[in-house]
Structure formats: structure tokens, C-alpha cells
């Protein structure tokens, strides 16, 4: 897949996991793209390390998506605990 591709993926599996997990983050659009993205990469190298499966196939692949959302939902759950001590002055 082309970076345009991954960048659609991020965004779109980063507001999707903000759906799933709803509070208040410090982060907007580029931060919910950001932990999509990563958490695209996440999920595939969890699939692959866990499962033995190649997950990450192509943008129509349902295991592509299934891996950016659970990815992006470890990697903003982990945004959550690392930012939510933090107070704003």
C-alpha cells in the first residue's frame, strides 16, 4: 500500500478507536491520524507475532482494518495514561 493509503487507513482507524474508547484527549486530527497509523503498523506486527498471520494485506482487506483499529486502540489507551496526569497551566 502507497503512504496516501496508509494515512487514510490511520485517520480513519484513529477516529473509529476515539469512537470506540469516547473521553476527552488532549490530541486532534494529527494526533487521531498519527495513533492511527502507528497503531495500523501495531496491530499488523501484533498479528504477525501472535497469529502467524499476515494481516496487513491491502486496503480493501478486512485483517487490515481489524489490525489498524485494535492497534489504534492499545496505542490510545497508552496516549491516555501517559497524558492524562498532565495538567494544562
Known amino acids: ?3 496516501i493509503a496508509w494515512i487514510l487507513i490511520g485517520l480513519l ?3 473509529i478507536a476515539k469512537a470506540l474508547m469516547p473521553g476527552k484527549d488532549p490530541g486532534g ?3 487521531t491520524m498519527l495513533i492511527g497509523i502507528a497503531g ?3 496491530g499488523g506486527w501484533l498479528g ?3 497469529f502467524g498471520v499476515d494481516s496487513i494485506d491491502g ?3 478486512l485483517s487490515t482494518w481489524i489490525a ?3 492497534g489504534s486502540l492499545i496505542l ?3 496516549y491516555r495514561i501517559v497524558t492524562g496526569n498532565r495538567r494544562h497551566a
Do not use: P, S
Open 1 to 3: 500500500m502507497g503512504i
Open 13 to 15: 482507524a484513529g477516529i
Open 29 to 31: 486530527i494529527i494526533i
Open 40 to 42: 495500523g503498523l501495531l
Open 48 to 50: 504477525k507475532v501472535i
Open 59 to 61: 486496503f480493501f482487506d
Open 68 to 70: 489498524a483499529i485494535i
Open 76 to 78: 490510545l489507551a497508552l
